[in-house]
């Protein structure tokens, strides 16, 4: 019911991936699926897609259960083998926001598609490292403001990683007030 | 891309989250979407037509006595249907979804004591003060405005159970019985509990007890000082 109606997953939802048509569909050439040009959607066709549609297209097989799908799923290229190799390496240098906005939401719903222990690993260090990198932003915020260099490392957060730093950021001033405020009354 | 103006809706019920008023609704998206979902219906059925007829020819012309659609005979035609499927499905998502996080943002502000007749009062004072001499636009749609209206309703029948406690009034404790409080707006005179206090805007009162002008102050004529 949550996620139903979340617009954070909604959004993680229409981030695209790309989907190699397994056959012709001449109905939706001129579509805005196909950005309504009349180039005909034959089996070689790849198109970015957003989840929403390509997970759906990937998991469906009208001819029964034993048929080909009517569309295969490749890992975008946000979770690609450059991307994963930058993150083992150092994964705070990486500006995530770039590869996509919601870079974990996207790393979630693939690893539900793919089994892909190696990717959830590499992803879960990713998150540990930048979590203790945010939390250290978001308490010593005067280094912050006046170091030059992090203000990279901020902008390349994902969403997810900004509303860590907020809800970090917001609880310590909301402490250091509570404190103000109770030793003068 | 399908579903590209639900996609803004959503873009903005994020924004509207964060904000603390509510900006206007937006019909012409809302009614673009909607438009998007009435056509791919429409496509929908051109496509089925012919297996629904029930007639005894099928789309490639060989005869066929038996009337609805196997998946199985035409993937492409399924695919196109699934395709279309998707997306208003997706559209309709988008659109309860927007409409969700307005609702909340409505009930967050009965919750919070604002009055409804102040909200438009205020709405079409703004839209003077801009110079706009046009009639008053209000942020809400006129659903709104209704649901808005009966859940008030609601609410003070609920409240109206328990009549010596405020369930909409602050939930900060009191620090003071007496405070300074700052006008905001004119209102004239207002009867208190221990007599009546005047209000002129920018005036500055001391010493007036804060049982009498926390009402006040939650409806944004005093703003509370120190």
């Not at chain 1, 989907?19 to 790849?46: D, Q, R, Y």
């Not at chain 2, 208003?88 to 409409?99: E, G, I, S, T, V």
């Amino acid at each position: 019911m949550a996620s139903y109606y979340c617009p954070t997953a909604i959004l993680t939802d229409a981030q695209k991936a790309p989907t190699t048509f397994s056959l012709a569909v001449p109905a939706l050439s001129h579509s805005p699926l196909n950005n309504n040009s009349g180039t005909p959607i034959t089996p070689a066709t790849t198109l970015d897609l957003p989840l929403w549609l390509a997970e759906m297209l990937a998991v469906s097989r009208p001819s029964g259960p034993a048929s080909a799908p009517l569309a295969t799923l490749d890992m975008p290229s946000a979770l690609g083998p450059k991307v994963m190799n930058a993150l083992t390496a150092d994964a705070t240098s990486v500006e995530l926001r770039q590869q996509a906005q919601w870079f974990y939401g996207l790393g979630e719903r693939m690893l539900e598609l793919f089994e892909d222990e190696e990717m959830g690993a590499v992803l879960l260090n990713t998150f540990k490292k930048r979590a203790l990198e945010i939390a250290d932003k978001a308490q010593n915020t005067r280094t912050a403001q006046q170091g030059g260099d992090s203000g990279d490392f901020m902008s390349g957060l994902d969403e997810t990683e900004r509303q860590l730093f907020r809800a970090a950021h917001d609880g310590t001033h909301t402490v250091k007030r509570w404190f103000e405020a109770t030793s003068r009354g | 891309m399908y579903a590209e103006q639900a996609n803004k809706l959503v873009l903005d019920a994020k924004r509207i989250e964060k904000l603390p008023h509510l900006p206007p609704y937006a019909a012409t998206t809302v009614r673009a979407v909607t438009k998007e979902v009435r056509d791919l219906d429409r496509e929908v059925s051109n496509l089925l037509a012919p297996y629904n007829t029930g007639s005894t020819q099928s789309s490639d012309g060989t005869h066929i006595k038996s009337s609805g659609f196997n998946p199985a005979d035409d993937p492409a035609t399924a695919c196109a249907l699934l395709v279309n499927h998707l997306s208003m499905r997706r559209n309709k998502r988008c659109l309860l979804a927007y409409h969700r996080v307005r609702t909340d943002k409505l009930e967050e502000m009965c919750w919070s004591g604002v009055d409804v007749a102040d909200l438009q009062a205020a709405s079409r004072r703004s839209t003077l003060r801009s110079g706009n001499q046009s009639a008053a636009t209000s942020s809400l749609s006129a659903e709104e405005e209704q649901y808005m209206h009966q859940y008030s309703d609601l609410l003070a029948a609920y409240k109206g159970q328990w009549t010596d406690i405020d369930l909409t009034g602050s939930l900060e404790p009191p620090r003071d019985i007496f405070i300074d409080v700052r006008v905001l707006q004119d209102v004239g005179e207002v009867q208190t509990e221990y007599g009546s206090i005047t209000l002129t805007k920018n005036s500055q009162l001391n010493n007036v007890r804060q049982s009498d002008v926390e009402r006040l102050i939650q409806q944004g004529y005093l703003q509370k000082l120190g």
